[in-house]
């Protein structure tokens, strides 16, 4: 324990901490009423895929934290040994006009592990910085080739790609954007993956080929010569582990950029480092982006790092061009501690086989998850995902396709059954209601899960669904 309060010790003190939270800490998208008169959990201590709460409680993580922790909870130390010796001997440095051991090495070994020629990388400390960074790279590449009318972004629908001015305009969620516009200008959006709402007798491919001709026809619509980029994540997140329909999707949109000299780029802030069995989305669902964005898994999130990795020839025009250097900076880009982190992380991911056992582990998890949607297909609407990402639609209509109940409201069943419920049993995931208004339950464990994790994962989540169900009284 490194703070003063010891609640093991005196049960006063988690009363304590709560209180100490509750008064000085502001809460990330947290809605007051979850934690003003109502329990703040406050955890101290993790071991593989457990929590454990100041009061001893044991959670397991079902969510990898945000989507982040690859390894779990049970190699802080050896990171940690890592990043002492790391400040024992260089505790800062720069990557302005020097280099240092930690950040070259790092951007080496990401260049290693990028697909094509995605070999020059820029670091950040998280994801929304990145996409920041990565708006800023494909605007002064267009200005340095005499192309500064392209200025505009194409996102999809739904997406969530971080809260700075620039990234939160390319998210695709209303309610995250609408309070703070106007923001950057020239970004629109265009359908994502989703083909829960598609009409049923449309195949995937009818599906691929619907989004193709929206994707091009916006394009044209806004004039192909003034789009900068389009941002995609290769498995959308928010939105519920959107994946692409068939598998020519992203080689399709490729092409569509190719064609129209707009610049790819990838947020594979979750997607990088293993999510879906490959250490990057765009290897798994094979295309090669012209920037690649990523954060989280980079570290295991012991530590806040993100950056970008660019093509050669991107770079190169950029340095080449008048300003002579990309035209950003930020004070911790390339921390020594934060690189000497990730350079442990994926040492021991690689150490490990984390992302062949993710390759091992994922038709497991699939299937351990579809029986538990099976058994509550009177709430499961949809199950979908890839890798160890995976979510549930929930719909009491199975025809509609909605949450429809007139006995408990989509916000009812979350707020007063089931969030309660997994607290209960004690399973970290993630619950929403989404855009359309179903409610919406991911999982994305850390990718050290082994089968008898993912079957206490199901488990518990299987229980938790028969808890709220019973408390909100749908029949089957
Ligand atoms: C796909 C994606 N991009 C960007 C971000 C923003 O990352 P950060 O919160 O580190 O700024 C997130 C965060 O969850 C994300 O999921």
């Not at 999130?301 to 990795?309: D, I, Q, S, T």
Request: charged content about 20%.
């Amino acid at each position: 324990m490194t703070t003063n309060i010891d609640t093991e010790a005196d049960p006063a003190a988690t009363a304590q901490l709560t209180d100490v939270a509750k008064r000085h800490l502001v809460m990330n998208f947290t809605p007051v009423d979850k934690y003003r008169d109502a329990e703040l959990p406050v955890f101290v201590r993790g071991e593989h895929i457990s929590l454990f709460t100041d009061t001893g409680k044991r959670y397991v993580d079902g969510l990898a934290g945000l989507f982040c922790v690859q390894l779990g909870y049970s190699h802080g130390a050896e990171i940690g040994e890592a990043v002492r010796d790391q400040l024992a001997e260089l505790p800062y440095q720069t990557t302005w006009s020097m280099a240092h051991p930690a950040a070259a090495l790092l951007a080496q070994k990401i260049a290693q592990l990028a697909p094509g020629d995605l070999n020059r990388v820029f670091f950040a400390s998280g994801g929304g910085e990145s996409n920041e960074a990565a708006i800023k790279l494909a605007r002064q590449y267009h200005v340095t080739r005499g192309e500064g009318a392209r200025i505009k972004f194409i996102a999809r629908r739904v997406a969530y790609h971080g809260t700075s001015f620039g990234a939160m305009s390319l998210n695709g969620m209303t309610d995250v954007r609408k309070m703070f516009e106007p923001l950057m200008y020239g970004v629109r959006h265009t359908h994502n993956t989703k083909r829960y709402r598609r009409p049923r007798n449309e195949t995937p491919q009818q599906t691929t080929d619907f989004l193709l001709n929206e994707l091009e026809s916006l394009i044209i619509q806004e004039g192909p010569d003034t789009i900068a980029g389009i941002f995609m994540e290769p498995l959308q997140n928010a939105g519920g582990s959107l994946t692409p329909p068939t598998a020519d999707y992203f080689p399709r949109v490729r092409e569509l950029c190719d064609k129209y000299g707009i610049l790819f780029i990838a947020d594979e802030v979750i997607t990088g480092f293993g999510r879906l069995g490959s250490w990057f989305g765009s290897i798994h669902y094979g295309f090669q982006p012209d920037i690649i964005t990523f954060a989280k898994g980079i570290a295991s999130a012991h530590v806040p790092l993100g950056g970008f990795v660019a093509s050669d020839h991107i770079i190169e025009t950029v340095l080449d061009g008048p300003v002579g250097m990309f035209n950003h900076a930020l004070t911790y880009s390339g921390h020594p501690a934060a690189c000497a982190a990730a350079l442990k992380n994926l040492e021991i991911m690689e150490r490990l086989g984390v992302v062949e056992h993710v390759v091992d582990v994922a038709p497991y998890f699939a299937e351990a998850l579809d029986r538990v949607a099976q058994r509550h297909s009177n709430i499961v609407g949809d199950h979908r995902g890839d890798g160890l990402h995976r979510s549930f639609e929930l719909a009491t209509n199975h025809d509609s396709r909605r949450w429809d109940s007139e006995r408990v409201s989509a916000g009812d069943f979350v707020n007063n059954h089931l969030n309660p419920a997994l607290d209960e049993v004690g399973l970290l995931c993630r619950v929403a209601i989404d855009a359309e208004g179903n409610p919406l339950v991911q999982l994305s464990p850390p990718l050290v899960s082994t089968r008898e994790d993912i079957d206490e994962i199901a488990g518990l989540l299987d229980k938790a669904f028969t808890i709220a169900t019973n408390s909100a009284q749908l029949s089957r």
